[in-house]
């Protein structure tokens, strides 16, 4: 594989990892039909499933770092347009991840 595809196999994993833990987070409320059910659900199997959905969605952010390091990297080689699709599709999970992160500071830390 050359280099310029690796940025794009990086995002397609992030991209997965982070469908992954959409499952992962939100499978434990499918047949839930009630709020206290809802409750119940979220201090048991649903607390647990988040915090699973967080670990999987961390390492997507990891694996989209990577790939940004990827792009770079073919584009320094001299890639062409496959490095910059690369490259601006690892960009966007990252900016959008950074800026719900910034504007919800005060919730998060």
């Not at 990892?17 to 959409?22: E, H, S, V």
């Not at 409750?39 to 969605?57: D, E, N, T």
Request: net charge positive; aromatic share 12%.
């Amino acid at each position: 594989m050359n280099p310029t595809n690796h940025g794009l196999k990086r995002f397609g994993i992030a991209m997965a990892l982070y469908l992954a833990a959409f499952f992962v987070a939100f499978a434990p409320y499918v047949f839930v039909q009630t709020p206290e059910e809802v409750a119940h659900m979220m201090g048991g199997a649903g607390g647990w499933a988040m915090i699973a959905a967080l670990v999987v969605a961390m390492i997507g952010f990891v694996v989209n770092l990577m790939g940004i390091g990827s792009s770079l990297n073919a584009l320094r080689k001299g890639a062409g347009s496959s490095g910059v699709f690369s490259l601006l599709a690892n960009l966007l999970p990252v900016v959008l991840i950074g800026l719900i992160l910034y504007s919800n500071r005060l919730l998060m830390f």
